[in-house]
Structures are given as C-alpha cells and as structure tokens.
C-alpha cells in the first residue's frame, strides 16, 4: 500500500466531487485550497470529514479533491460520499461500517422540477370560486 492512490466519484443533488485517497498524514485539499479555507461553516466541515472519523482514519490518508455543481452542503455531502467509496477502493473490509452508517448510499433526492400552469413544482395558482 506504499504511495497508492484511489479514486472515487461521488454525487448529491447537483454537486459530483471526484476524489483522490492517498496513503499520508491527513491533509484535505479541495479544489486546489485546503479544506477548511473552502468550507466556511463548521457543519459542512464536519460533514465531509464523517466517513474518515468512522473509521478513525483522519490521519491515515491524504484527501486530493475536486468539487462541481450545486451548493455548499450538497458539496460536503458529495465529498463524504466520494470518500467512503474510495474508503472502500482502499480496502474492502470497510465496507460494513461505511453501509452501516449510509455513507455508500446514493442521497437520490434532487430538486423537483416546475410544472406548466404552477408556479412553481407543487404550489398552484390562487383559486378564485367567484
């Protein structure tokens, strides 16, 4: 396991992250700036480092990743996400805990889309009987 990389994707809503695992000391690195000079808000923090701490794997890997699409939480949970399965890539013993724990899970709840005659996905238009 000397000097190996694992890749993973990982998805929520809109946002894909791609993810690089690599045997090191437990820096973050997302889109080029550490990780939490990219995500101000302790939440989301805490949310793409869960699958690491589950496994009390924080200062085993070095996290490499790159982040599109949708907004900061759907980012983070990309991330944990891309993580987890890389986690797995890595060594599949893992793969009880992090299912367990629903972080190889695929969050398929996404934004519904705005029908024609509403204003928006469910809400309808003001019904005036007379």
Known sequence: MADTSFYATGKRKCAVAR???KTG???FTVNKRDADEF???ESTKMVMRQSLELLEMTDK?????????GGHSAQAEALR???ARALVEADT???AAL??????????RKKERKKYGQPGARKRFQYSKR
């Open 81 to 83: 996400h891309g993580i």
């Open 25 to 27: 000391d437990g820096q």
């Open 39 to 41: 995500f101000m808000r």
């Open 93 to 95: 013993g893992f793969h």
């Open 61 to 69: 890997y070095d996290v490499w990743a790159t982040v599109k699409g």
């Open 99 to 108: 299912k367990k724990a629903g972080f190889l899970t695929r969050d398929a």
């Open 19 to 21: 993810v690089w695992l």
